[in-house]
């Protein structure tokens, strides 16, 4: 493409050098190519085009009901945080009853159970009011060691009756089941001397008794 110098040159106009300054000067002021027509025109035609689809997806949302499209947003908002509530609250559930079922659980040095229950619905009992201790705010800081003590001890600090299994008693009852049981099949001796022939020659009775007291001497018998 020729510039204005080029195209008056060719028509016999020649330019003094110390008028081509103010010449330039005044064409840049006041005229464009047509190359920078060109653009100008392009980038009208693309502002038309983006309002044109613009207009069109207004158009789209002329029969909405507004009113109605904020209360459904409304509606499934809501029931998001729900389910989000509801996840977590599962998830948070599920680790304080594995917090408490491993609590429950562990044992000694000896390897023998630390809570051993009077029988199944006391444990069950006391194992869902534990989880429901634990999940409440006021339990934040505490240990579940601290907590279970609240609930199984009275105001003196003594463990509550009726919770757990007396070990003295239930060695002591397993004792005088030994030397009752000696008697009964005429053999003499300390506890838990029975052999297998003595176990053959005891009642059905004497049987489950034994079963029941010591069984695993029973299962050893046996």
Request: hydrophobic share 35%; charged share 35%.
């Given at each position: 493409m020729q510039n204005y110098e080029q195209i008056l040159a060719e028509l016999g106009i020649e330019i003094p050098e110390d008028k081509k300054s103010d010449l330039k000067k005044k064409m840049d002021e006041n005229y464009r190519t047509k190359s920078d027509y060109d653009k100008v025109v392009t980038k009208r035609d693309e502002y038309k085009t983006s309002l044109d689809d613009v207009q069109a997806k207004l158009d789209g949302f002329k029969d909405?009901?507004?009113?109605?499209?904020?209360?459904?947003?409304?509606?499934?908002?809501?029931?998001?945080?729900?389910?989000?509530?509801?996840?977590?609250?599962?998830?948070?559930?599920?680790?304080?009853?594995?917090?408490?079922?491993?609590?429950?659980?562990?044992?000694?040095?000896?390897?023998?159970?630390?809570?051993?229950?009077?029988?199944?619905?006391?444990?069950?009992?006391?194992?869902?009011?534990?989880?429901?201790?634990?999940?409440?705010?006021?339990?934040?800081?505490?240990?579940?060691?601290?907590?279970?003590?609240?609930?199984?001890?009275?105001?003196?600090?003594k463990i509550k009756q009726g919770i757990f299994v007396d070990q003295a008693q239930k060695q002591a009852q397993k004792s005088a089941a030994q030397f009752q049981f000696s008697g009964k099949t005429g053999k003499t001796g300390a506890p838990g001397s029975l052999t297998k022939e003595d176990f053959k020659k005891m009642s059905l009775d004497d049987r489950l008794k034994l079963k029941e007291t010591d069984p695993e001497l029973y299962q050893s018998l046996k």
């Open positions: 909405v009901d507004v009113n109605d499209l904020k209360n459904q947003i409304s509606t499934l908002t809501t029931q998001l945080d729900d389910e989000k509530k509801a996840r977590a609250a599962d998830a948070r559930k599920v680790e304080v009853e594995k917090t408490v079922n491993d609590f429950l659980a562990s044992v000694d040095d000896k390897g023998a159970k630390q809570y051993e229950f009077l029988n199944d619905i006391t444990e069950q009992h006391y194992r869902e009011a534990l989880v429901q201790e634990l999940d409440k705010d006021s339990a934040k800081g505490k240990s579940i060691s601290d907590i279970f003590k609240g609930m199984i001890t009275d105001a003196e600090g």
